[in-house]
């Protein structure tokens, strides 16, 4: 009688720093009811994997539900997978910090459901080959990764009906392929259609296929959960595998690991599944190539970890081992994988999620200065995104500054200790995928009785979203300079339809330290009606003890033409304000106060010379699960000037600017 092994696992993540009505939704439409419906099945036995910080919230709002999971444990229908505790990509963690991580969600999986872990979930299965060295070590014995990962290794098309093994330098991995035909499949076509599909795949030969994905699609993702739960998606499914249940056999992993045999040897290349394979153009770390937000976070992690290993390993302050610890679960946070990347779940679009990396950076930092002593102001010179050239952090009693002197000398990360925000956690918009698709879009393209996955959503949750889609050309952040003709308007500017005359927005600056103070200087050019003219630029940054600080800008005409110009001044900020989302023009204009209303906060600046200031939205346009979507990221100033500098001549102002 022709058979099959059908293997399933579910994986259960909410991020750091998602809101917390999303993750009841999630909890009332999807972990509750799944987990009820297989009680009701006693025959049914899968593996069920939650991050860390679901557990964490399941823990504290939910702990009926850890005592209902455990109970299943102990019925023998869930065996639970270990993983990064914060869900990290572990293959961009130092090694210390991924084995760290494993070690602290296998204890609270022994804690929480007395099980001890075999298998481990790959955060969106993000596979390079060093990682069997990191869960051998953890005493993993296997994990799931997508087929994608296995065609690629061994060729085929075919579909992929067994298990392998894998080593490095001797260290052994069980290998287990996902089925990408079920993943789109399940639960988006009639239960028996996935019956029918398994009798196809069924033979003599004793072999298996393996479902795995995310439980949110089962209730949770946009329209599914009438189809899985009141139209009885679920049940019907899992009852249809108990009648089956003569060639339907359902296993647990660590059983199918006990009885069978790996196929092969088999070595993965770098992968991840075919979603995230086109997202990231072949290769997950491509996303710290594409966006600089996403390596400045990355790098940023990176430096603290090194922060505590050398506090750790030959620091000549006594630290105690809980102070670490706290350190430690600060960084783990912010390893976090959501907002690294971007994809049709948002990711790295989504500020709140930056918010909470950088929360937890900072968080950590100031636990680390407070095991030791420091006086401000601190200066450091440090290739932090490691692209070969130096960047500089001026640390003060409230702030903290981070410049990039070959780019513009531009302030991309202001982080007030007081309230651990990163006041730059801005975004720059560039071209997507999706964006060329977006003229195309039909908003209904659902008349149909079964679901779309959210991978054939291709709605819009708005109308008029192509009018938005400006792409940037350079990074937005703080203290960019420009020169632009006098006739220039706010509109032309911010919809980036202008001509720069200058060549300091993004040029090489050089700097110097001096006590509470930085000087940058360029040397630079204006082109003006055919003309060249010199001009060197001073912008020096005065540092002190208060949660302020001033700008003061100096600018010569080195040339024997006058210059005819307006000078910018731009900050891009991550702050809500809605008096200034729509483009303005304000003159005469010497002192502005903008209330932030996401982190309550209030930012003042005052100048010495009156200005026209320019104010706009930073809005991006990205894919979500439920289509494409308007998002504010922040705020952009425009402090303008207009100039007529003779030869010779020297043009100055102030700018200060204080956080209330």
Known sequence: MKKINFLLAVHCHQPVGNFG???????????????????????????????????????YNRPEFLKKAKQLVERGQLEILTGGYYEPILSILPERDAISQIKILSDSIRKHFGYEPKGAWLAER???PHIVRLLNTSNVLFTILDDT???TALNTDSEILNFYITEENGKTLYLFPVSKKLRYSMPFKLPQDNIDFLRNIA???????????????????????????????LEKFLSLLEQNSDWIR????????????PSARLYIPCASYSEMLEWSGGFFRNFLAKYPEANNMHKRMLYISDKIDSLVQGSRFKVQGSEIEKVRRFLYKAQNNDAYWHGVFGGLYLNHLRDSVYFNLIEAEKALEGLSKKRFPEFEVIDLDADGKEELIARTKDLRFYFSPSVGANLFELDYLKRSINIVNTISRQPEFYHRKLKDIKEDRTNQKTPLSIHDILGVKEKGLEKILIYDQYRKVCLIEHFFSKDTQAKEFFANEYSELGDFTTGDFKFETKKNNIEFTRGGILKLNGALINLDLKKIIALNNKPSFKVLYEI??????????????EFNMSIGCPPFRDIQERVNIKEILLHDEWHNLK???????????WTSALETVSESESGLERTLQGMSLLFC????????????????????
């Open 250 to 261: 359902i296993m647990s992993f660590y059983e199918y690991l006990n009885t069978h045999r």
């Open 203 to 233: 033979s003599e030969q004793d072999e298996s296929i393996v479902f795995a994905d995310d439980i949110e699609k089962f209730g949770f993702w946009p329209k599914t959960y009438k189809w899985v739960y009141e139209e009885r998606w």
């Open 126 to 128: 993000v596979w390079e």
């Open 603 to 613: 930012l003042k600046f005052r100048l010495n010379k009156s200005c026209s200031l």
């Open 149 to 151: 990962h296995f065609r």
């Open 556 to 569: 010569k005409n080195d040339s024997k033409v006058d210059a005819e110009t307006t000078f910018a001044v």
């Open 21 to 59: 009505w999303v993750i009841e939704e999630a909890y009332n439409k999807a972990y509750l009811p799944f987990l009820n419906i297989v009680e009701s099945h006693p025959k049914i036995k899968l593996a069920i994997h939650f991050s860390g910080s679901l557990l964490d919230w399941l823990s």
């Open 641 to 660: 000037w207009n100039l007529t500098l003779g030869q010779g001549k020297v043009w100055d102002v102030e700018i200060e600017t204080s956080i209330l």
